[in-house]
């Protein structure tokens, strides 16, 4: 009889305590989607990196104070391009929701470790003309290269988020804006060199052309471990109740970070999750 009186107790409970997650609307039962949530995802990611102005910061140090960078802005040439990566993940996340009838609103923070390795190399070779400071009728005649390599990996990407839904039954379809914070190793090197002839104009006596020039190959590079890429973020998704406090996600995510060192990141992610309702 004591054991009969246990389970009758703790099956009651159950019920009680189930029951604070549904709240009988009209004739059907709706899921209670205020509280504290948190849970694990995983992910696909493909992301694109944009190597174009990688080497600019070296080129124009390898370039100060020439009248051919402020006539020509070479440290703007497009010597890198872009390189598409992807990568699975694997994270957390931790929010909380407040109900208003059928509209959910939250704040949620969500972690994911990743793993977008993208590297690139070329170079660029252009002629041009260039007459500053020189005197009258001389025209210095340019044949400039110059190369570069870069490369990143990201490893973490967090963002906060805030969050709106659409209660609809055991179901939630929300949207979400927010900020991004991402880590990065990023290194960028670069090789520049020239040379140039005088071109003087025709005339009567001619001129003396001034001396040939040449310079380098000079390089320059830079490295940075653990720096921080900052963006924003936004998405849809899904959470869907299959438990009293259980409940699994479905999520599209883009995320686009300002350029760290010079490479830009963006990334699309498809992503999905199980959660537990505290």
Not at 156 to 177: C, H, K
């Amino acid at each position: 009889m004591r054991w009969v009186i246990c389970a009758v107790a703790v099956l009651a409970f159950a019920q009680d305590a189930r029951a604070q997650d549904y709240v009988l609307r009209g004739s059907e039962p709706t899921y209670h989607w205020g509280g504290i949530y948190g849970g694990v995802q995983g992910g696909f990611e493909s992301s694109t990196v944009n190597f174009g102005n990688a080497a600019a910061s070296q080129i124009a140090f390898l370039l100060r104070n020439t009248a051919i960078e402020q006539d020509e802005q070479i440290s703007q040439w497009n010597v890198l391009g872009q390189r598409k990566a992807q990568s699975t993940s694997l994270g957390a996340f931790l929010g909380y929701n407040v109900e208003w009838e059928d509209v959910i609103l939250g704040l949620e923070a969500n972690y994911n470790r990743v793993s977008i390795d993208a590297n690139n190399s070329s170079s660029i070779s252009r002629s041009f003309t260039d007459s500053t400071n020189l005197p009258t009728g001389h025209h210095y005649f340019y044949s400039l290269t110059t190369t570069a390599q870069s490369s990143l990996r990201m490893t973490d990407i967090a963002t906060f988020r805030g969050r709106a839904g659409w209660e609809a039954g055991n179901f939630l379809p929300y949207s979400f804006v927010g900020l991004a914070v991402g880590r990065a190793n990023t290194f960028t090197g670069s090789t520049l060199s020239y040379t140039a002839i005088d071109v003087p104009d025709s005339v009567t006596p001619p001129l003396t052309p001034l001396g040939d020039l040449a310079f380098g190959p000079a390089s320059q590079s830079s490295a940075q471990n653990g720096a921080f890429a900052f963006g924003y973020a936004a998405g849809l998704g899904v959470d869907a109740a299959i438990l009293a406090n259980v409940f699994v996600r479905g999520e599209l995510e883009y995320v686009h970070f300002a350029p760290v060192n010079g490479i830009q990141v963006s990334q699309t992610t498809a992503r999905v999750g199980a959660g537990l309702k505290f």
